[in-house]
């Protein structure tokens, strides 16, 4: 077992009241912080306060202590032990210091995962979060965090997976198509900040269907075809942080039902890796939440940030 004690801090060039501000808004719907959509979004059951409880992607903390617009302290749920922190420091007029501290005891498999891939990825997304701080603060980042290939490789490895669910009763376009079917699934995937929630930008599907509508948030996709006719519904709701795929397809005769049981089992596997790269093409084409928010955070006058320091375990 070994005790890793990692940090990361960006000196800025802005009074510590405004960089604090940064923090509150953590987990927000407005979180100009976390690297979301290109990394799965801090979220908590409540708003930031101690006693919240959640994480980001797989990993799971809860808010141990928190004095607004200074410092948050997340303890990492059991099994696992320690603490992840973000402390802004003042250095004077119009300077101050954004700080991310890690500490945790590491065993085996813990360990052993930490030095093969986690290290890497957790310093990206650590310094593309100070990055969006500078971003939000200044309008600008000196020297922007880069992905290597190593961190990109467990990226693309680790991207969240479309699940099984219902077809929703909201998806009124697929209904009102087919309302009938042989055949239908939904996969659905989380709509992350950041990520367009216009049903267009999310047309899963190779080439141009002959049929495209768009009423409000969902997109319909399809061929009326001689032997079989199908429909694609994407459904993208921002309220419940959801973006769902539902297929329905309805043979006409032999040849189609002798179409449909040749794709059938290949469809679920097509559809999960359609949504899939959508989901990551689009996240990582997003714009940075520090460039979201820059606009109304940035005041005149204000110089670009310094470089960034890095100690590393």
């Known amino acids: 077992m070994g005790t890793v004690r990692n940090v990361h801090i960006r000196t800025l060039p802005a009074p510590a009241d405004r960089a604090g501000a940064l923090l509150d ?12 959509p290109a990394w799965a979004p801090v979220r908590f059951d409540r708003p930031l306060a101690v006693g919240a409880a959640g994480g980001h992607g797989p990993v799971r903390y809860t808010v141990a202590e928190y004095e607004p617009g200074r410092r948050v302290r997340f303890a990492f749920d059991p099994p696992g032990n320690g603490f992840h922190e973000l402390s802004v420091e003042p250095l004077g007029p119009g300077r101050c210091l954004l700080r991310h501290v890690l500490e945790q005891d590491q065993r085996g498999t813990e360990r052993l995962a930490w030095l093969l891939a986690v290290r890497a990825v957790h310093g990206t997304v650590v310094e593309e979060l100070l990055d969006n701080a500078e971003l939000a603060l200044t309008g600008a980042t000196a020297r922007p965090a880069r992905r290597g290939r190593y961190v990109r490789l467990v990226q693309r490895l680790t991207w969240d997976r479309p699940a099984a669910t219902d077809v929703p009763e909201a998806a009124g376009l697929l209904h009102a198509a087919l309302p009938v079917a042989d055949h239908q699934d939904a996969f659905a995937v989380e709509w992350r900040p950041g990520m367009p929630a216009d049903p267009e930008a999310w047309n899963v599907l190779p080439g141009d269907p002959s049929v495209v509508e768009y009423d409000g948030a969902e997109g319909l996709y399809g061929e009326d075809g001689k032997h079989l006719t199908y429909r694609v519904s994407v459904l993208v709701d921002e309220s419940a942080r959801r973006v ?6 309805r043979p006409h005769d032999r040849w189609g039902r002798l179409h449909w049981a040749l794709v059938r089992r290949a469809h679920p596997v097509a559809a999960r890796l359609l949504l899939r790269r959508a989901h990551r093409r689009l996240a990582l084409a997003a714009l940075r939440a520090g460039e979201r928010h820059a606009s109304h955070l940035v005041s005149d006058g204000v110089d670009a940030g310094s470089d960034p320091v890095v100690l590393m375990s």
Do not use: K, N, Q, W
């Open 244 to 249: 769902t795929m539902s297929s329905r397809v």
């Open 25 to 36: 808004r953590i987990a927000g719907a407005d979180d100009p912080l976390f690297p979301s």
